[in-house]
């Protein structure tokens, strides 16, 4: 494989594939997983995250536009328009690609999308393709001695194939979108900083499989009449388990022989405060992603009202930041200087997400239209109604002064009654 051209070693020693669930893939990454999975984005409150913030950025179309003294204006020719809006690269679709990008944002710290460019042609030196790279396979090195090439504290990004196949690409050939940093250029992986909440997560979710799947059957003490070698012990507590564990045994009655005694040890789920707990470290990594508790499914102060509150302040605390990043890096990274100097600029359309009830977006549309601050035409693109000739001009109420004419005490003849014959 030799991905735009930038091949600069071919490591023909197999790479070793791990799954999730593997040990060896954990301390790969540097994690004791202690029993539990290493895979983080399996634990249901942190998949959940990811899902809806991916999914909340794959929904908002991505437009260019180009501000100027007259306003600004979508630029649908600009061949950008339709690679962002529609393909992105061949194997993907606009929405999957956001999607990828910025699951890897949040998972990893951060998100490489190479760039492609038409080589050859009229159409030399513009963006052929957006492909996101698997960050798991993702260094960033940052060359402090011009030892890669000229330049000193160059940024180098070695991105390595599924074959051992080994590419670099310099900062201005790549888009960086990035999450939490603390120095600007590399990110902070999300589940390393939420490992002991996610862990303890998953170890609530393992307690409550196990607890179901041995029927509700407690731990307990069996206490006997005698002495019992190890191995003895070790055939009684199989046999108890299979007669009394299981669902296939719960509510059954347990037999037991003569001069066997059972007492429960457990603590119960309630004793624990297991709910509490549990419902404590959702709300602590949905809080780290800044995800609204509504989203998740728990409705338990949640009102009609407040909903579409939370919702807003969704976009404007957690999507903004997100956007307005994406945004900059696209305009500065796939924008030629004469472009950008001319007022072009990409922006998300949020329009989707600060949609208000039908009786608010009435009002607001209304309010706009007779202060001529927006056409009807341009109103009834808001809510998807056709176009109509002679929507296109401005209306205000005719009843207006504009305040130097109010300050004159300028006179206007109405309807005849001033200056006409009925005077």
Known sequence: MNLFGREIRSNSKTRTTFTSDDAAFAKALGIDIDGISADKAKEATFYTCLRIL??????????LHQSSDEGTTKENKHYLYNLLKLRPNPIMSSSTFWKTVEFQRNYFGHAIV???????????????????????????????????????????????????????????????????????????????????????AQASTSYTNNYWKNG????????????????????????????????ANSGKIMPLP????????????????FTELSQLNITQIASAFGVKMHQLGSLERSTNSNIEHQN??????TLQPILTNYEQELTYKLLTSNEVSSGYFFRFNVDSILRSNTKERAEYLTTFVEKGVMTPA???????????????????????????????GANYDRTGLEGGENE
């Open 54 to 63: 991916s999914d909340a950025v794959s929904k908002l179309p991505l437009k």
């Open 114 to 200: 190479a760039i492609d460019y038409h080589k050859f042609g009229k159409d030399a030196g513009k963006v052929k393709s957006l492909i996101p790279l698997d960050m798991s396979t993702v260094d960033i090195w940052i060359d402090d001695r011009g030892i890669l090439g000229s330049e000193n504290n160059a940024i180098y990004y070695i991105y390595i194939d599924q074959r051992g196949h080994q590419y670099k690409f310099k900062n201005s050939e790549v888009l960086h979108f990035i999450g939490m940093t603390k120095d600007g250029m590399q990110g902070m992986a999300i589940k390393d900083y939420l490992k002991t909440l996610v862990e303890n």
């Open 216 to 247: 509700l059957h407690s731990k307990g003490i069996i206490k006997y009449i005698g002495d019992l070698d190890e191995g003895k012990q070790k055939q009684l507590q199989e046999k108890m388990s299979r007669i009394s564990g299981g669902i």
């Open 258 to 273: 003569i001069g066997f005694d059972y007492q429960s040890i457990s603590t119960s789920m309630a004793d624990a405060q």
């Open 312 to 317: 807003k302040e969704f976009y404007v605390d």
């Open 378 to 408: 341009e109103a009834r693109k808001q809510i998807d109604l056709p176009h109509l000739d002679g929507s296109d001009q401005l209306i205000v109420n005719g009843s207006y002064l504009s305040l130097e004419d109010a300050v004159n």
